[in-house]
Structure formats: structure tokens, C-alpha cells
């Protein structure tokens, strides 16, 4: 027997209803089961804008930091980086972050736009730990957010490791001008550093690691490294430079039940000439107000440790906007 359209969107309409009805019933456990989620993004997770692309692991791990890379073993980072028009990578593994040894390892939840990533938290040494990548849109830059939240009820102090190590490999310099001082020599006075490659004309991307703003912020590196991961094949190359990265270490006190961030920034260019022009502006806060701190809420801005932000109070409606 045929049935009528109106009908059977009627039957349909009270049967969803019926099935509503009971699940709420049951309670929200059997709610949250029927529904179908949207299962979260799985690795390798690729996000872009400005000009570059960024591409993170979870199987990116080393037993201890300054050790030799083991591969597939877990461990978050960011695998390769590429600028547009440069088919080689900047990067081989890099944001790797360390609480007092441990390494950080991603773990649900994880949220991936087009230019986002979105990790945590996770429970990594005793603290909460979550992280937020950002492409940004207006130059090929990444910038990250390490957000260190304290659940106990006593303080904790951790010692904070963040290491890049770059794909120039056994031929990476730091050159003339490429630090925050202005010489070729990574201390702990400087806010960010520039790597390259003894190569001319150059092969891969230029890279400057931006891990600290200018002024007087709270919390400064307490050491830092050109030498981030051990290479048995570099160390029987007579012409290796001796560096192969980045590496900056902070140590950061995060009281009870309070949280304290970490922002840096990563960017890419073609040459060294290029790269200290752009990391200059780091330095004067050259256009902070309308992308480098987009889409970061106030209380993010205020728990931040490692640049002097209050003092740009007066830009936060028009960074929020």
C-alpha cells in the first residue's frame, strides 16, 4: 500500500523524536555515543599561510634531549617546514618540547584548521600542558604557544626545553649579524637567532628561531644551544661546522593552580639578507598589534612569560579584533 509524502515525513519526524526522547532518557553517555563525532585529525598534520607550510609528527622521538633521533618512537614536534617556491625543507625536527627530560608526547584532544593546530592538554611532569600553532597570514611564520598549567595545590618548577634542529644539517652557520646582539655567536643575552648554511648559492630555507621578545621580560633562556641533536655521521665529517640547530632551555616556576605561557615564533626566508631584515622586527615589535598576537585572548597575553607584553596594553582591542 502506497503511502503519502506527508505521511511518511511525519512518521520520520516522530520516530526521531521517540529516538531523542529515550537517548535523553538514558542519560549523556548514550547521547554522546549515538552521535556521530568528528573523529580528530591524525599525524602527520599539515597546516599553512604566508607562504609556508608546516608539517607536524607525534612519532618524532629521542630517548633524552641532545640524543640521537629515534624514529618512530612517540614524540611530538615539527617534522619538516617549507617556503613556497623552495622544494627543500628548512626544518627536519623541530618543537620538540621537554619538561625537566620528558618529552612531550601529543595526545587527544587535537584540533587542526587550514593554518591551526591545537594540542592538549595532556598531563606531561606534573603540569598541563597544551600547545597552539598558528601560520600566520601576512609573512611565512609560525607561531607557537606553549601554555604550562599547574593543577596541584604546591608550586612547581620545571625546566622547559624547546629544540630546533634545521636540515642545513652539518653545514649550518649562524652568519654575521644573526643574532639579537649582532654577532654570529648564540648566547644567552640574545632574543632570536638566524641559521643558515655555508653553501652560496644557498639550498635550503633560511631560518630565524625568535624564543624571547625585547624589554624586560619575566622569564629569560638560562642556556642555550647550536647543538641539538647527536649525528654520528656529522661527527666523523672533518668539515662540519659543529651546529645543527637551535636549542633554547627556560626554567619556569608555575605556582599552584596558575598558568604561565611561552610564545615564540618561527620564520623562513631566502637569503641571510632577507632573514635579519625580518628578524629585526621582532625586535622593534614592528606591527605586533595586528598579526602576531591574533586570535590570543587577554588572559593568554597576560600569562605570558618570556616577552614584556603589558606594556602593550593599548593595542589588545585592536590585536582582538
Request: aromatic share 6%; hydrophobic share 40%; no cysteine.
Amino acid at each position: 500500500m502506497k503511502t503519502s509524502p506527508l505521511f511518511r515525513r511525519s512518521l520520520r519526524t516522530t520516530w526521531l523524536s521517540l529516538m531523542l526522547i529515550i537517548l535523553l532518557a538514558l542519560g549523556p553517555t548514550a547521547l554522546h555515543a549515538h552521535i556521530q563525532m568528528v573523529p580528530p585529525p591524525s599525524f602527520p598534520i599539515t597546516i599553512s599561510g604566508g607562504g609556508a607550510s608546516w608539517t607536524f609528527d607525534n612519532s618524532i622521538g629521542i630517548s633524552t634531549p641532545l640524543n640521537q633521533l629515534e624514529p618512530g618512537r612517540p614524540g611530538f614536534g615539527l617534522e619538516t617546514a617549507f617556503l613556497s617556491g623552495n622544494t627543500n625543507t628548512a626544518l627536519n625536527t623541530a618543537y620538540t618540547l621537554w619538561l625537566d627530560g620528558q618529552q612531550f608526547v601529543a595526545a587527544e584532544p587535537v584540533t587542526a584548521t587550514a593554518n591551526s593546530l591545537t594540542i592538549g592538554p595532556v598531563i606531561t611532569a606534573g603540569l598541563s600542558v597544551q600547545l597552539q600553532f598558528q601560520a600566520l597570514s601576512d609573512r611565512p611564520a609560525l607561531r607557537a604557544l606553549i601554555s604550562l598549567h599547574n593543577p596541584g595545590t604546591t608550586d612547581v618548577t620545571r625546566s622547559i626545553q624547546i629544540l630546533n634542529n634545521v636540515a642545513s644539517d652539518n653545514l649550518t652557520i649562524i652568519p654575521d649579524g644573526g643574532t639579537s646582539s649582532g654577532d654570529a655567536l648564540l648566547s644567552i643575552q640574545d632574543r632570536w637567532a638566524i641559521t643558515s648554511e655555508d653553501l652560496q648559492p644557498l639550498r635550503n630555507p633560511v631560518n630565524v628561531h625568535v624564543f624571547a621578545g625585547p624589554g624586560s621580560p619575566h622569564t629569560l633562556p638560562a642556556s642555550v644551544a647550536t647543538r641539538v641533536f647527536l649525528d654520528p655521521l656529522d661527527e666523523l665529517d672533518p668539515n662540519s661546522t659543529g651546529l645543527n640547530g637551535v636549542g633554547v632551555t627556560f626554567n619556569l616556576t608555575v605556582p599552584a593552580g596558575a598558568t604561565r605561557r611561552l610564545l615564540l615564533y618561527h620564520q623562513l626566508a631566502s637569503s641571510n639578507e632577507t632573514a635579519r631584515t625580518e628578524a629585526a622586527h621582532y625586535s622593534t615589535l614592528w606591527r605586533k598589534s595586528e598579526v602576531l598576537l591574533s586570535g590570543l585572548s587577554t588572559a593568554e597575553i597576560s600569562e605570558v612569560v618570556n616577552w614584556d607584553l603589558p606594556a602593550y596594553e593599548m593595542f589588545l582591542p585592536l590585536v582582538q579584533r
